[in-house]
C-alpha cells in the first residue's frame, strides 16, 4: 500500500546502545523529515533531507545521524541514546519542503 | 526562540458550540500557514491551510483567519463535535523551508 510507514512501533533501549528507527514512504517524495514530539515542546525537527545524499539539521540535530541512500527510506540513527531521548519520533515526507507533509504513524521510544 | 507560539495548551468547548484556536508567529518572513490535527497514538493529519496574500480560507466547518499585521491566525470550528476532539498544530514555513510548528493545543469537546 503507499503511504508512508515507521518501525518499530515501540522501543525501549538502556542508556548508551545505538538505536535506529526506520522510516519508508512509497510515494517518490523529494522531502523527508525527522521531528520530535515532547510534552511542552510541541513538534520540533530533527534532520530533514532533500532528495537522496541530501540532508541537513533541524532545530535539534544533536546526539542523532542520518542518512539517505535511496529516496524512499530515511533512518534515524541515535549513536549513544540517553534518557533525554525518550519521545515520541514521527517521520513525514513531502514534495517541497513548505507545505504538504503526510506523516508516519510515529515511534513512542523510551530510553531506560 | 519560538516562531510559531499556541499560548493555550488546551481548550474545552460544548458540542454544537464554536472552538477557536489561537496561534501567534514572530517571523513576518513566513508565507504559508497550516493547521494539523492529531489524535493519539497517530501521526498529525493536514487539516487546513492558508497563503499569506489571503486573510480566511474555509473548508466545511473549518476555518481559518490570518491577520498579517498582528501576525496572528485562528482557527475556527463550527459546530464542533465530540470527534473534533484531539491536540491541533499550527505551523508555519518561509519560502521553501521545512514547517515550524507550535506546540499545540488539546481541544476537547464535550457531549
Known amino acids: 500500500d503507499a503511504g508512508i510507514t515507521q518501525s518499530p512501533r515501540y522501543k525501549i533501549t538502556e542508556t548508551g546502545r545505538q538505536v535506529t528507527l526506520m522510516c519508508h514512504q512509497t510515494?517518490?517524495?523529494?522531502?523527508m523529515f525527522w521531528y520530535r514530539q515532547d510534552l511542552g515542546h510541541g513538534l520540533r525537527l530533527i534532520y530533514y533531507?532533500?532528495?537522496?545524499?541530501?540532508?541537513d539539521k533541524g532545530e535539534v540535530p544533536d546526539g542523532y545521524v542520518v542518512s539517505r541512500s535511496k529516496t524512499e527510506n530515511f533512518p534515524l540513527t541515535l549513536e549513544s541514546a540517553t534518557r533525554s531521548q525518550t519521545s515520541v519520533y514521527f517521520c513525514?515526507?513531502?514534495?517541497?519542503?513548505?507545505?504538504?507533509?503526510?506523516f508516519g504513524s510515529g515511534t513512542r521510544l523510551t530510553v531506560v | 526562540d519560538q516562531q510559531v507560539k499556541q499560548n493555550s495548551p488546551s481548550l474545552s468547548v460544548q458540542e454544537g458550540r464554536i472552538s477557536i484556536l489561537n496561534c501567534d508567529y514572530t517571523?513576518?518572513?513566513?508565507?504559508?500557514f497550516l493547521w494539523y490535527k492529531k489524535y493519539p497514538a497517530e501521526g498529525p493529519t493536514f487539516l487546513i491551510s492558508?497563503?499569506?496574500?489571503?486573510d480566511k480560507n474555509e473548508d466545511g466547518r473549518f476555518t481559518v483567519f490570518l491577520n498579517k499585521s498582528a501576525k496572528h491566525l485562528s482557527l475556527h470550528i463550527v459546530p464542533s463535535q465530540p470527534g473534533d476532539s484531539a491536540v491541533y498544530f499550527c505551523?508555519?514555513?518561509?519560502?521553501?523551508?521545512?514547517?515550524?510548528f507550535g506546540k499545540g493545543t488539546r481541544l476537547s469537546v464535550i457531549a
Open positions: 510515494w517518490s517524495h523529494s522531502y
Open positions: 492558508i497563503s499569506s496574500i489571503k
Open positions: 517571523n513576518s518572513m513566513f508565507d504559508y
Open positions: 505551523a508555519a514555513s518561509e519560502g521553501n523551508t521545512p514547517l515550524v
Open positions: 513525514a515526507s513531502s514534495q517541497v519542503a513548505g507545505y504538504g507533509y503526510t
Open positions: 533531507s532533500a532528495a537522496a545524499d541530501i540532508t
